[in-house]
């Protein structure tokens, strides 16, 4: 009893030392970009009260940051699920793409002949299938083959993207249109908004509900022991029942399946079609995402409303105070440097020390 204390006390003491970790990288990368907008000219505390209010200062702000959030905790907790059973799913944004692309074409070939309650679960499902076919073949591959995932990852990510363009702009292209998209989704199968002129959809609340999932896997079932028992040691995972082939197959299937909902989710909710090139990044915004947030339910979330809010905020700074809509990348970029550098922080935090 007292060993199973020590270990939680450790392991919840690195919790909060890496939490720290993350808070300071947000600090220090939000302190220079001020150092950049003063060597530019710009009044960073009046750029930074326009990017707040362009992203939590009124109802469509928040709901804006939320809409911009939702995908993010999707390819976030794709990540983190990945990187539990130590492997590392850079392959969001073909997942994300495929998953999109396959529930959207599945939507308009069903149209309105089953019911509703059929026919919307039935295409979200189809994209999620096909997230996890994306996200599988590089379990197997890295599995039988011994090959490096991140490389079938990108590879696979380039495929997807060019695969789904070539049959909307080809084949499945609204008529009369001007950019490459397919047809509206029937209006039943797009998602309810939750606050009224906005993008904000019920695909919160399926977000929120998949980081439950996410837990308790983790938390409560034999496969996500496994999984971290897989991450944690390979060899050992081996000896002690774990069958590291099929495992590692799953991991990424699954991985798959939930950054395949971020680009299902975009297409039912934000856009209610397919539409070519529609993803800002997202797969890759996600990998910030998960490791910010610590690959836990709670940190993805606020990591994914952190990264949301700033790009829902930065048009507002850029009108407000002509500050480059595109500094929100410079902040994120910088968060991921710190928290890609944990050694460098730990030396901010422990010089006096050493």
Same mark, same amino acid.
């Given at each position: 009893?007292?060993?199973? &204390?020590?270990?939680? &006390?450790?392991?919840?003491?690195?919790?909060?030392?890496? %939490?720290?970790?993350?808070?300071?990288?947000?600090?220090?990368?939000?302190?220079?970009?001020?150092?950049?907008?003063?060597?530019?000219?710009?009044?960073?505390?009046?750029?930074?009260?326009?990017?707040? /209010?362009?992203?939590?200062?009124?109802?469509?702000?928040?709901?804006?940051?939320?809409?911009?959030?939702?995908? %993010?905790?999707?390819?976030?907790?794709?990540?983190?699920?990945?990187?539990?059973?130590?492997?590392?799913?850079? $392959?969001?944004?073909?997942?994300?793409?495929? !998953?999109?692309? #396959?529930?959207?074409?599945?939507?308009?070939?069903?149209?309105?002949?089953?019911?509703?309650?059929?026919?919307?679960?039935?295409?979200?499902?189809?994209?999620?299938?096909?997230?996890?076919?994306?996200?599988?073949?590089?379990?197997?591959?890295?599995?039988?083959?011994?090959?490096?995932?991140?490389?079938?990852?990108?590879?696979?990510?380039?495929?997807?993207?060019?695969?789904?363009?070539?049959?909307?702009? &080809?084949?499945?292209?609204?008529?009369?249109?001007? #950019?490459?998209?397919?047809?509206t989704l029937p209006a039943g199968m797009q998602l309810p908004t939750i606050v009224a002129n906005s993008q904000l959809?019920?695909?919160?609340?399926?977000?929120?509900?998949?980081?439950?999932?996410?837990?308790?896997?983790?938390?409560?079932?034999?496969?996500?022991?496994?999984?971290?028992?897989? !991450?944690?040691?390979?060899?050992?995972? !081996?000896?002690?029942?774990?069958? &590291?082939?099929?495992?590692?197959?799953?991991v990424m299937a699954v991985s798959g399946a939930l950054a395949s909902m971020a680009g299902i989710f975009e297409v039912?909710?934000?856009?209610?079609?397919?539409i070519d090139g529609f993803s800002p990044g997202i797969g890759f915004t996600g990998i910030a995402i998960a490791f910010?947030?610590?690959?836990?339910?709670?940190?993805?979330?606020?990591?994914?409303?952190?990264?949301?809010?700033?790009?829902? $905020?930065?048009?507002?700074?850029?009108?407000?105070?002509?500050?480059?809509?595109?500094?929100?990348?410079?902040?994120?970029?910088?968060?991921?440097?710190?928290?890609?550098?944990?050694?460098?922080? /730990?030396?901010?935090?422990?010089?006096?020390? /050493?």
């Amino acid at each position: 009893m007292g060993k199973h &204390n020590i270990r939680a &006390n450790a392991g919840m003491s690195k919790n909060w030392e890496s %939490l720290w970790y993350s808070l300071l990288a947000i600090g220090v990368s939000f302190v220079l970009v001020a150092f950049i907008m003063l060597a530019m000219g710009y009044n960073p505390f009046n750029a930074y009260m326009a990017l707040f /209010r362009g992203s939590f200062g009124s109802l469509y702000a928040i709901s804006l940051t939320l809409c911009r959030s939702v995908p %993010l905790i999707f390819v976030g907790l794709a990540v983190g699920f990945a990187l539990k059973g130590g492997m590392f799913n850079i $392959g969001g944004e073909g997942q994300l793409y495929i !998953g999109g692309f #396959t529930s959207a074409v599945v939507a308009l070939a069903l149209g309105n002949s089953l019911p509703l309650v059929v026919s919307l679960p039935l295409a979200v499902l189809a994209g999620m299938v096909a997230g996890m076919a994306w996200g599988g073949a590089i379990g197997l591959i890295k599995a039988k083959l011994q090959i490096n995932e991140v490389i079938v990852a990108i590879m696979l990510n380039y495929i997807a993207q060019l695969l789904t363009s070539y049959f909307v702009n &080809n084949h499945l292209m609204q008529e009369g249109s001007m #950019t490459p998209q397919t047809e509206t989704l029937p209006a039943g199968m797009q998602l309810p908004t939750i606050v009224a002129n906005s993008q904000l959809t019920t695909s919160l609340y399926i977000a929120l509900f998949m980081c439950f999932v996410y837990w308790f896997v983790f938390r409560h079932t034999v496969f996500g022991y496994e999984v971290k028992a897989l !991450g944690n040691n390979p060899n050992a995972a !081996g000896t002690g029942g774990v069958h &590291n082939v099929w495992t590692t197959i799953l991991v990424m299937a699954v991985s798959g399946a939930l950054a395949s909902m971020a680009g299902i989710f975009e297409v039912f909710g934000t856009y209610g079609r397919f539409i070519d090139g529609f993803s800002p990044g997202i797969g890759f915004t996600g990998i910030a995402i998960a490791f910010i947030g610590q690959g836990t339910p709670i940190g993805i979330i606020l990591a994914a409303i952190l990264f949301g809010g700033l790009q829902a $905020g930065a048009m507002q700074m850029g009108l407000m105070e002509g500050v480059s809509a595109h500094i929100d990348k410079v902040i994120q970029g910088l968060v991921i440097i710190f928290i890609a550098t944990p050694n460098f922080i /730990r030396y901010l935090l422990h010089r006096k020390e /050493r």
